[in-house]
DNA sequence: GCAGAAGTTCGATGATCGTCGTACAATGAG
DNA sequence: CTCATTGTACGACGATCATCGAACTTCTGC
């Protein structure tokens, strides 16, 4: 099976906002800008099954948020910083310092 | 009835990216931006019926991203910027900047 | 007071969503 | 080869969502 990834030109805003939309989803994502190196899908504790997390990380391909590659049985996800970035400047930036700073303020 | 706002401090980072995740939304967040003056709600051609648009505009409400006040029959609409920018600091710019490269680039 | 305008409220409906468990496929270690 | 690991596929479930129409409320103008 292909892993189907949406082009630079294909990103749609609404999709990669519903995409981020979800607290799981934006976890994973801050999770994965925290460290420049891929991580495999069980890297993140996110307290969900297997089969949700399998979900959570298809939205997030298909949105175009992420990228996965397989490493033999595992899969690499890495944050399309770029592609975003050139397609929606300044958006990823601006959402994950505002989840930065509102895990901040819920102390 | 008195209409409910969230307060600046109440604003949740999921709940906004939701409220402009919907397309309808985000256009009328769009043309709310695109001038000072707050509009009522029948002044933007959504073409949706009048009770979905009333249910637009109260996510958009209790998400914090309007203020809704009456004026007589009408309800005036305005952008929270000042608080979405506090709060998110940003965030409301990246988006709308990302629609509206995403709109010229849809041509 | 009455008619019209502007929104709301109240179901209802079909679609999508987040979650789960179970069964399955692919890969690496022994 | 066998087995444990890693993740996917497939329903299924309740919840939420976007949408609608019909009836209602509130206000303005005449």
């Keep these: 099976m292909t892993l189907h990834h949406?082009?630079?030109?294909?990103?749609?805003?609404p999709t990669v906002l519903h995409a981020l939309s979800d607290p799981q989803r934006l976890l994973i994502v801050r999770k994965l800008s925290a460290e420049?190196?891929?991580?495999?899908?069980?890297?993140?504790?996110?307290?969900?099954?297997?089969?949700?997390c399998t979900h959570h990380f298809r939205v997030l391909r298909e949105a175009g948020v992420i990228e996965q590659r397989?490493?033999?049985?595992?899969?690499?996800?890495?944050?399309r910083r770029d592609d975003l970035d050139r397609?929606?400047?300044?958006?990823?930036?601006?959402?994950?310092a505002s989840a930065a700073a509102e895990s901040a303020a819920a102390v």
């Design 70 to 79: 397989r490493l033999g049985t595992a899969r690499l996800n890495s944050l």
């Design 36 to 52: 420049p190196e891929p991580r495999a899908c069980g890297a993140f504790d996110v307290n969900v099954s297997k089969s949700t």
């Design 87 to 96: 397609r929606f400047p300044g958006l990823l930036d601006a959402v994950l």
């Design 6 to 13: 949406p082009t630079t030109e294909e990103l749609e805003l």
